[in-house]
């Protein structure tokens, strides 16, 4: 059974840009999570999707937003990029959003 | 007032020991916890999880305590190989009156460093 991918695993983008990140829930899962991890705040939550549908959301500022697929699949977006959203990015699949939840490897944004 | 950097308490141990991991957590009505392991350049790996009914769990050379009267959990590992070097965090589900649920919303620790000298 195929884990959580998450693509790109790495990324460099520039100051005022946008970014999409992608990440594939195990077969199965439908509550996809979305944490930014840097070491000044460790990790933090930012939403949750659960068949489509935004269930919770963190605190995080409106630039950082998602969706989810019909398959699942999810993506995040950040817009208007700051150098404090240099980070590790992780989403984590489950199958309620209640129960196990696993980790994809990740994608490193450097914003320069 | 905010750190500038998480400064990660660090656990070192030899091999073949046993370690002890740790972690008290916020929410008292939080039933459910995850502990996960992060090697460096990788995601968190999922380790262990306990419910908050019950107070002992255990896995393959793990074995996770969850005490509720002090919000306290604890992270054990059976004789300790190098590839247990990582840093561990400990997670829980804190219970929104919303929904009756968390909604994929973990509540990280700050993490420890287990490192393992051979």
């Known amino acids: 059974k195929a884990g959580v991918t998450q693509t790109p695993r790495y990324l460099i983008k520039t100051r005022g840009q946008q970014v999409t990140l992608s990440c594939s829930p195990i077969?199965?899962?439908?509550?996809v999570s979305w944490y930014q991890q840097t070491p000044g705040q460790g990790l933090q939550f930012l939403f949750e999707?659960?068949?489509?549908?935004?269930?919770n959301k963190g605190n995080f500022p409106g630039r950082f937003s998602g969706r989810q697929f019909s398959n699942s699949r999810s993506e995040m977006n950040v817009s208007t990029l700051e150098l404090g959203d240099s980070a590790l990015y992780l989403c984590?699949?489950?199958?309620?959003?209640?129960?196990?939840?696993?980790f994809g490897q990740g994608t490193r944004l450097t914003v320069v | 007032g905010e750190s500038v950097g998480l400064h990660l308490p660090t656990l070192s141990v030899q091999e073949g020991d046993n370690s002890i991991i740790n972690c008290a957590y916020s929410n008292s009505a939080s039933d459910y916890f995850i502990w996960y392991k992060q090697e460096s350049g990788k995601g968190p790996q999922f380790i262990i999880d306990?419910?908050?009914?019950?107070d002992k769990r255990q896995g393959q050379r793990v074995t996770v305590l969850l005490n509720k009267t002090v919000k306290h959990l604890s992270l054990q590992i059976a004789a300790t190989q190098p590839g247990d070097s990582a840093v561990y965090f400990c997670?829980?589900?804190?219970?929104?009156?919303?929904?009756?649920?968390?909604?994929?919303?973990?509540?990280f620790g700050k993490g420890t460093k287990l490192s393992v000298k051979p």
């Open positions: 306990i419910r908050s009914n019950m």
């Open positions: 077969s199965g899962h439908r509550s």
């Open positions: 999707y659960f068949s489509e549908t935004q269930r």
């Open positions: 997670a829980e589900f804190p219970r929104s009156v919303n929904y009756g649920g968390s909604q994929g919303n973990l509540i």
């Open positions: 984590a699949s489950s199958f309620t959003g209640n129960t196990e939840a696993f």
